[in-house]
């Protein structure tokens, strides 16, 4: 059953200068941090502003802590899926409902530092659409997960044609155009940071350094930053599907080489016993073959899921100002029966 509670009083007439919108997924340790951090810097820096926490169907207290909040501030609003979707469908979900001028995408653990937002903003008033945060470095993260983002966003960068910045993640400032322009992609295997970059508009960064977590431990484990890696490549990139068609020549033209110089041997009536070379080939070739018919069925498998066009996620309950009004619009919900 889906339901609405702890709405708060009073909705915001207008939109607010600002949103921050923050996907939440088991942090109950650092939102009260996050909370007093974001509305100090908030409150000196505009004049009108929302935090949309979106709870990715967290097991912990979040969900109350959020709730709280939002009954004792009218500035901050919440959503909860009805179970987790994933940290990039929080976004997506934060984007479609955030109400801002422009609005922050960050992440709820305090490695996007809330002080660099009037950095970002005063960027985007300079005329740049996107604002990114561009890591100079990054604490209390294992040499392993920073060797591979860093491998990982050079392979990136060459073999897709979106220009991603060097080490940036999704912290972000968007402004109106670049909001309503991603509410317009609707795939499902996403990878906010390149369709943020797909937008294009002016685009511009903000150095920083990324703090280590604030508490708790990464929700990220390596089963889904792989999963993340591989989502990134290919909603982007088409070059895996290629490397069959190289790696195809590559294998015929040696084959070809190979069966002249086995002919030649015949004819100077040298005989060469097979097996190893016989074995080998066939495991190479085999193995590579599954490759590839594995690198398809990635394909294969995203282009089954776009066809089956399920919601993105789905809300289960929303709390802060107005949520009664906008209840009807949200993705998946089906209106209480009368009396409930
Ligand atoms: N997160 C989420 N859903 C998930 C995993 C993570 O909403 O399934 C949130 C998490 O609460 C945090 C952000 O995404 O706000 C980034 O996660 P985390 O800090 O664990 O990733 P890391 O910084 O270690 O890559
Ligand atoms: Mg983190």
């Given at each position: ?7 708060g ?8 200068e ?28 505009v ?7 979106v ?25 909860r ?13 934060g ?21 660099l ?16 945060a ?20 050079r ?5 897709t ?5 060097l ?56 089963r889904?930053?792989?999963?993340f ?39 100077a ?6 097996y ?28 089954y ?33 009368p009396?409930?």
């Amino acid at each position: 059953m889906w339901r609405f509670a702890g709405c708060g009083k009073g909705v915001q007439a207008v939109a607010p200068e600002l949103s921050v919108v923050i996907p939440v997924f088991n942090e109950e340790e650092n939102l009260p941090e996050l909370y007093g951090r974001l509305t100090k810097v908030l409150s000196g820096t505009v004049s009108s502003w929302e935090i949309l926490f979106v709870d990715d169907g967290s097991r912990d207290g979040s969900w109350e802590i959020i709730r709280g909040l939002a009954e004792a501030d009218a500035r901050v609003r919440g959503l909860r899926f009805s179970r987790n979707f994933g940290h990039q469908m929080a976004f997506a979900c934060g984007l479609d409902h955030a109400q801002g001028e422009a609005v922050v995408i960050m992440d709820a653990d305090l490695q996007d530092p809330p002080e660099l937002i009037p950095q970002l903003l005063a960027k985007h008033r300079e005329g740049f659409e996107v604002v990114y945060a561009v890591r100079a470095a990054r604490h209390g993260e294992t040499f392993c997960k920073k060797l591979t983002a860093k491998l990982f966003y050079r392979l990136f960068a060459r073999i897709t044609s979106v220009e991603i910045p060097l080490d940036t993640g999704d912290f972000r400032l968007m402004g109106k155009r670049a909001v309503e322009a991603f509410r317009r992609l609707p795939e499902r295997h996403r990878f906010t940071r390149g369709l943020v970059a797909w937008l294009g508009f002016a685009q511009s960064g903000v150095l920083y350094e990324r703090a280590p977590r604030h508490a708790g431990t990464t929700k990220y484990p390596w089963r889904k930053m792989l999963r993340f890696a591989v989502d990134a490549i290919t909603s982007f990139s088409h070059v895996p599907l290629q490397l069959a068609t190289w790696l195809g020549f590559m294998v015929s033209g040696f084959a070809f080489l190979y069966i002249l110089v086995v002919i030649a041997l015949k004819f100077a009536g040298i005989s060469w016993p097979g097996y190893t070379s016989l074995m080998a080939a066939i495991l190479f070739l085999g193995g590579v073959q599954l490759v590839m018919v594995g690198l398809l069925g990635e394909y294969v498998g995203r282009i089954y899921d776009e066809v089956k066009r399920r919601p993105l996620y789905l809300v289960a309950e929303e709390v802060g100002p107005g949520c009664k009004e906008r209840a009807r619009e949200l993705p998946g919900y089906v209106a209480p029966s009368p009396g409930l």
